[in-house]
């Protein structure tokens, strides 16, 4: 069974700090997704990782994709109040449709 | 554009009864998604489809039947819903499995089953 986990679930931090998102996932997968959800909104797509040792930023937001490790990471970098919401990281599932969601971290950036 | 929609946006249900919830998209996409959301366990898959006329089942499908007749709508139906089905429904599209594409979802319908 392809579980997904990520962790920390919650995530209280001072602006202008660093922080990792962590998320492992527990058999191979083609591609892995990090997304946004601000509350009571939808889910906003922000990265897709393809391939061993690949790596995407955004503003303050860098995602990277270790696939021997099964493990992705999300870095925060000065953190900024507007960054504040859920994010999720999801995985397809190899040879199938499916994609599966880990439980989200819910991060509060403090001012 | 509008993306992907989702009707309706509220809904409250006694245990027992049915209903059905529409997603529609208007970009041409090939696959669609149901999923529900529920406090600290993320997003469940419930049906998909990758086609025009097909279903399959995903990690949650207990309590739901889904129907895709036509390529831009994907329905999602409760045939006697439960106080377990309380739950943020979202539904998704993606246009092929290239590598590049990303699910677009829609603003989602909170369902309250009494």
């Known amino acids: 069974e392809l579980k997904v986990e990520q962790n920390p679930l919650f995530l209280s931090m001072q602006e202008g700090k660093n922080y990792t998102i962590y998320c492992n996932y527990s058999?191979?997968?083609?591609?892995l997704y990090w997304y946004r959800q601000d509350p009571g909104k939808s889910l906003e797509s922000l990265f897709v990782?393809?391939?061993?040792?690949a790596v995407k930023q955004e503003g303050r937001l860098m995602a990277s994709l270790d696939t021997k490790a099964r493990l992705s990471t999300l870095h925060i970098t000065a953190a900024v109040h507007d960054l504040s919401a859920t994010y999720f990281c999801?995985?397809?599932?190899?040879?199938?449709?499916?994609?599966?969601f880990g439980t989200g971290t819910r991060l509060k950036v403090l001012a | 554009n509008a993306g992907v929609t989702q009707t309706p946006k509220f809904r409250v249900l006694k245990t027992g009864q049915s209903m059905t919830l529409l997603c529609a998209q208007d970009?041409?996409?090939?696959?669609m998604y149901w999923y529900r959301q529920d406090p600290g366990m993320g997003l469940r898959l419930i049906h998909y489809?990758?086609?025009?006329?097909?279903?399959a089942k995903g990690e949650v499908p207990d309590g739901y039947n889904v129907s895709r007749l036509k390529k831009q709508n994907f329905l999602l139906g409760l045939e006697s819903a439960a106080p377990s089905q309380t739950s943020v429904y979202f539904c998704?599209?993606?246009?092929?499995?290239?590598?590049?594409?990303?699910?677009?979802f829609g603003p989602g319908t909170r369902l309250t089953v009494l």
């Open positions: 970009m041409n996409h090939e696959y």
């Open positions: 990782l393809l391939s061993n040792g």
């Open positions: 999801a995985v397809l599932r190899s040879g199938t449709y499916k994609y599966i």
């Open positions: 058999t191979t997968s083609d591609r």
């Open positions: 489809s990758v086609g025009e006329g097909t279903t």
């Open positions: 998704a599209s993606i246009a092929s499995m290239s590598s590049t594409d990303t699910q677009y």
